[in-house]
């Protein structure tokens, strides 16, 4: 079994700030945009725009929306043309961090981001420093309270995913990027819900920080998510529930 991806449960739990915010409807149109312009307009080809769409739909984004941002990603629209960016670095206490930008000034954001890693106790590293600590795997999470574990079990098994995990807040499921749509499409048909469902990239091992890096480490996560041009950030440390409750 996986160790679990820690930081996809602590995004969920923000999730709804991020949309009181709102910001979550502006970052899911770039990412439709985005993911449209690097795999086509497709989403039966194109796992990462129809994982887009999906979360998009699942937030209430009205499909006219949803097809004027693959209409731009296609160039079939005018309008700022978004460059797809990753970012590399580490935070405190040593964690290593990717973040996934989309921008239309790679010299703003550059400097944004830096400026957010370093005021949070990290520093901004050279492209290839951590990214060759995560692999993009297919990542789905499902509500435990769904069906017990040993149903989660026999289900992973039918599918032929590639790893489950029992011991986090939620069942979590692993595969390929090229079964990610398979497997989306057969949850859905077995009309089970899912939490979270996205190509993450997965540290393929954690670290776990020190208490007294903790509070420093969750802000320069969430200063980064609330960062305009910023889509996703990964990390590979791991936090006990203590305290993330404190």
């Known amino acids: 079994m996986s160790g679990h991806s820690k930081w996809a449960t602590i995004k969920h739990k923000k999730a709804v700030t991020d949309a ?8 899911l149109l770039k990412e439709i945009t985005v993911a449209t312009r690097m795999g086509g307009a497709d989403p039966k080809g194109n796992p990462r725009l129809r994982s887009a769409i999906l979360e998009a739909r ?7 929306t949803i097809d004027r941002a693959v209409k731009k990603g296609s160039g079939d629209l005018g309008g700022a ?25 790679r010299n703003r954001t550059a400097g944004e981001i830096r400026h957010l890693f370093t005021k949070h106790g990290g520093n901004l590293s ?16 499902v509500d435990r309270e769904t069906q017990s574990e040993d149903a989660f079990m026999e289900l992973g098994l039918e599918l032929g995913v590639d790893d489950i995990s029992t011991d986090g807040e939620a069942y979590e499921i692993f595969t390929s990027v090229e079964d990610f749509l ?9 009309k089970i819900a899912t939490l979270v469902a996205e190509l993450s990239m997965i540290p393929q091992t954690y670290m776990e920080l020190a208490s007294d890096k903790v509070r420093s480490a969750l802000r320069l996560m969430e200063a980064l998510e609330d960062h305009d ?18």
């Not at 699942?58 to 006219?64: E, H, R």
């Open 229 to 246: 041009d910023v889509q996703k950030v990964w990390s590979n440390f791991e936090v006990s529930p203590e305290a993330l409750d404190s």
């Open 58 to 64: 699942a937030n209430s984004v009205p499909n006219d």
């Open 182 to 190: 398979r497997v989306q499409e057969e949850l859905a048909k077995r």
């Open 81 to 105: 043309t978004f460059e797809e960016l990753v970012y590399e670095g580490y935070g405190p206490g040593g964690s290593a961090i990717l973040v996934e930008s989309a921008t239309d000034n």
């Open 126 to 141: 050279e492209a290839g420093a951590v990214s060759w600590m995560f692999d993009r795997r297919g990542y789905f999470a």
């Open 20 to 27: 009181r915010r709102g910001k979550a409807f502006t970052k």
